[in-house]
Nanobody, 127 residues
Framework: QVQLVESGGGLVQAGGSLRLSCVVSGRTFSAYAMGWFRQAPGKEREFVAAISRSGGSIYYADSVKGRFTISRDNAKNTVHLQMNSLKPEDTAVYYC????????????????????WGQGTQVTVSS
């Protein structure tokens, strides 16, 4: 059984930064493409960022491009989301997700394609 545990959320002022982490256990981490999604109150869960198994391919939602950075450390079974220049509209519960893939450089941006999800971590950005 694969388990994902997020951490690093919190309350921050607009313009501030947070770094989210997601530790994956149970299977070979390097076999998974990883992604971050978020869900604000009353809204659907939306794609934020994705990274391939190798880390060589990365994709961002337009709303976070240039402000957020996704990275992974396969030796530590961890994926990170560095969030800079945060805005109130970034307020949401952030989820990491894992998808077993065959190819090293494939990224997965579709929510329904992911196999495993974490429990989420709250990010609140005050104005």
């Amino acid at each position: 059984q694969v388990q994902l545990v997020e951490s690093g959320g919190g309350l921050v002022q607009a313009g501030g930064s947070l770094r989210l982490s997601c530790v994956v256990s149970g299977r070979t981490f390097s076999a998974y493409a990883m992604g971050w999604f978020r869900q604000a109150p009353g809204k659907e869960r939306e794609f934020v960022a994705a990274i391939s198994r190798s880390g060589g391919s990365i994709y961002y939602a337009d709303s976070v491009k240039g402000r957020f950075t996704i990275s992974r450390d396969n030796a530590k079974n961890t994926v990170h989301l560095q969030m800079n220049s945060l805005k109130p509209e970034d307020t949401a519960v952030y989820y990491c997700a894992a998808k077993s893939v065959l190819y090293n450089n494939g990224v997965v941006t579709t929510r329904s394609a992911y196999d495993y999800w974490g429990q989420g971590t709250q990010v609140t950005v005050s104005s």
